[in-house]
């Protein structure tokens, strides 16, 4: 039974997730609604009365009622409709009888036992406790006849279900029974995700739960069904909800129901809509194409200046034949510098402090393809003033010989291989 409850309520789940409803303004809305979104669950507690046939006939009114829990957990697919889980756990009270030996009349009554008070006459009064869980489907039947309005702070809704009753407490023999479940829930709107509430219900259930199957007399024969009434107070809390925009004011309403994705299809607001997007979208096209030019113009400009950038390199590289220079190459995007490069410093500054007389330049590049203008001079930068250091603080060049500059990005230096131009170059000054 209760994988069958299971798989109904996963089959509601998924029927729901894609329904038509008509809200306020008399727009349709079609929406795609995520079953982890507009959820609601709720407790309450109140009393109820489990009416049999003595119960109806020889108990006194005042005795039907007995202590009530109600508890739920329900998704709502769209305005109108939702689907859910209930359970509920109540006292039961209810008559048999039985002759003096005890071994007469209803003994079948699901919660009778030996020290069951006697009520008048043959009758006794068995008492326990039972629970009714059950799959329900929800109609909020303020939105159904009135429309969906999201400011609304008072709503009342209604349910249909069917599930199993069964025994909580100790009994004579083990009952199960089918009920068919119907309430109405009245909600005041707290915040908005609070709800305060009142709801009135009532369920048939079968017979064959409280074993009580006497035929009173002659043709009138026990009806195979008692029933409960109830009704209790409680709070509801809401969770998952979403936002979306007013169609027609554009201001956003934050409330329950509204799905994830609403795709409105009433004439004249889709009308408006699709005239605004199409707007939008023109200015946005040409938005998009200026910024285009002007990326191309700038593009351009770069492209020559990279252009003229290396073929002053390149002759800078020509000037460097019969002059002192030695090369220290880099990691992309890194400006540290490794121990076998330091060899090539270290013959450098050698050679620099055998010619104190001389200047030299440490001159820092990066490859042009590492980054954008300004990281790669930064980084260029960096490698010239990490080997200055090195000569200076490592290896105790002069400072008064060294001077340092950089270039940033550039192109090809060496053997049209990108990683070479990842370097400083320390040479003799012109004329040196």
Not at 49 to 73: C, G, M, N, Q, R
Not at 83 to 112: M, P, V
Not at 214 to 219: L, P, Q, R, T
Request: charged share 20%; proline share 2%; aromatic share 12%.
């Amino acid at each position: 039974m209760k994988k069958c409850l299971i798989s109904l309520f996963a089959l509601l789940c998924f029927c729901a997730q894609a329904l038509a409803e008509t809200d306020s303004r008399g727009d349709t809305l079609m929406m795609v609604n995520k079953f982890s979104k507009n959820w609601e669950w709720g407790a309450g507690v109140g009393a109820q009365a489990f009416l049999a046939e003595y119960t109806i006939t020889d108990f006194k009114v005042k005795d039907w009622w007995s202590p009530a829990l109600d508890l739920w957990i329900q998704k709502w697919a769209s305005p109108v409709f939702g689907i859910g889980i209930g359970f509920n756990a109540a006292g039961y009270k209810g008559l048999y009888y039985r002759d003096e030996s005890g071994e007469g009349g209803d003994i079948r009554a699901t919660f009778r036992s030996g020290s069951d008070s006697h009520y008048g006459g043959r009758a006794w009064m068995a008492r326990g406790a039972y629970g009714n869980v059950f799959a329900k489907a929800n109609f909020n039947l303020t939105n159904l006849f009135w429309g969906y309005n999201p400011g609304r702070i008072f709503d009342w809704t209604g349910y249909l279900g069917g599930g199993v009753i069964f025994p909580m407490s100790k009994v004579s023999y083990r009952a199960v029974g089918a009920t068919f479940n119907a309430g109405l829930n009245f909600h005041w709107r707290l915040n908005r995700a609070w709800l305060l509430g009142f709801s009135v219900r009532g369920a048939l259930v079968s017979d064959s739960f409280n074993g009580i199957d006497y035929v009173v007399s002659g043709d009138n024969k026990n009806i195979p069904l008692d029933g409960m009434i109830g009704a209790t107070v409680g709070f509801a809390y809401r969770f998952g909800f979403v936002s979306r925009k007013d169609n027609e004011s554009g201001k956003v309403s934050t409330h329950e129901w509204v799905p994830e994705s609403v795709a409105v299809t009433s004439s004249a607001v889709t009308a408006r809509e699709i005239e605004r997007a199409v707007r939008e979208a023109s200015d946005s096209r040409d938005s998009e194409l200026a910024a285009a030019s002007r990326r191309l113009a700038e593009n351009d400009r770069t492209i020559a200046a990279l252009q003229d950038r290396n073929a002053a390199l390149a002759d800078e590289l020509r000037n460097l034949s019969g002059r002192y220079w030695a090369h220290v190459n880099f990691v992309i995007d890194r400006w540290e510098i490794s121990t076998s490069e330091k060899v090539n410093i270290l013959a450098a500054s050698d050679y620099i402090k055998s010619h104190p007389g001389q200047k030299f330049i440490v001159c820092g590049y990066a490859d042009v393809q590492t980054a954008d203008a300004a990281h790669n001079e930064m980084l260029s930068r960096k490698r010239a003033e990490a080997v200055y250091n090195v000569l200076v603080g490592e290896f105790g060049v002069n400072p008064e010989q060294i001077a340092t500059e950089h270039y940033g990005g550039v192109d090809y230096m060496f053997f049209q291989d990108a990683q070479c131009s990842r370097s400083v170059i320390i040479t003799a000054a012109k004329g040196e």
